[in-house]
């Protein structure tokens, strides 16, 4: 199932051309196999059963991945606001017969209940955000009150990844691992 939902902020991002995100896609591939996600993913620390949200799925890697640790009692949402990774996302799944993910199709509002999420991923995405801030406020209404956000980008140096996502006082760092910063719900 896909939901397309459509963002009123002023400033709203832009989804990369389609023939970008077919490249990325490759460069993605041959990433998974060098560096498998699996491998980041261990540090979140998913519970059976667990609600995820992995925000800017792109081509669906992380998705796949937090779908099989939370097992057929949880559930992952995968967002884009490109259509194409959404529907990129999409097929690997029904491919998979992975039918606990669904698709968003949103540049920042999930459509998700307030508190209905255990995990928000938010990796490799912080730094193409034009209002972090907006994002971040999403992610914390939909969190549970001990709901994690997990950050991982390698785009932006740890100052500046904590320095955003502290910024207002929703979330505050819990722990930093190999690959990952872990915040909790303020």
């Given at each position: 199932?896909?939901?397309?939902?459509?963002s009123?902020?002023?400033n709203?991002?832009?989804?990369?051309?389609?023939?970008f995100?077919r490249f990325?896609k490759?460069l993605?591939?041959?990433?998974?196999?060098?560096?498998?996600?699996?491998?980041?993913?261990?540090?979140?620390k998913f519970?059976?059963?667990s609600?995820?949200?992995?925000?800017?799925?792109?081509t669906?890697s992380?998705?796949?991945v937090?779908?099989q640790?939370?097992g057929?009692g949880g559930?992952?949402?995968a967002v884009?606001?490109?259509?194409?990774?959404?529907?990129?996302?999409?097929?690997?799944?029904?491919?998979?017969?992975?039918?606990?993910?669904?698709?968003?199709?949103?540049?920042?509002?999930?459509?998700l209940?307030?508190?209905s999420?255990?995990?928000?991923?938010?990796y490799?995405?912080?730094h193409?955000l034009?209002?972090?801030?907006?994002?971040?406020?999403?992610?914390?209404?939909?969190?549970?009150?001990?709901?994690?956000?997990s950050v991982?980008?390698?785009?932006?140096?740890?100052?500046?990844?904590i320095?955003?996502?502290t910024?207002?006082?929703?979330?505050?760092?819990?722990?930093?691992a190999k690959?990952t910063?872990t915040?909790?719900k303020v």
């Open positions: 199932m896909t939901t397309d939902l459509k009123e902020r002023k709203m991002d832009r989804p990369m051309p389609n023939l995100f990325m490759l993605f591939w041959l990433r998974d196999l060098l560096l498998p996600r699996e491998k980041i993913l261990r540090e979140v519970k059976p059963g609600i995820v949200l992995d925000f800017g799925c792109g669906g992380y998705t796949v937090a779908e640790m939370v057929p559930k992952v949402y884009d606001i490109n259509p194409l990774a959404v529907e990129s996302t999409k097929k690997v799944a029904m491919k998979r017969g992975l039918s606990n993910i669904e698709t968003i199709c949103s540049d920042c509002a999930t459509g209940k307030d508190e999420v255990d995990v928000a991923l938010l490799d995405t912080l193409t034009s209002e972090p801030q907006a994002v971040l406020q999403e992610l914390h209404h939909i969190l549970k009150p001990q709901g994690v956000l991982n980008d390698h785009h932006l140096k740890q100052e500046q990844i320095s955003r996502v910024k207002r006082g929703l979330f505050k760092l819990s722990k930093k690959y910063y915040f909790a």
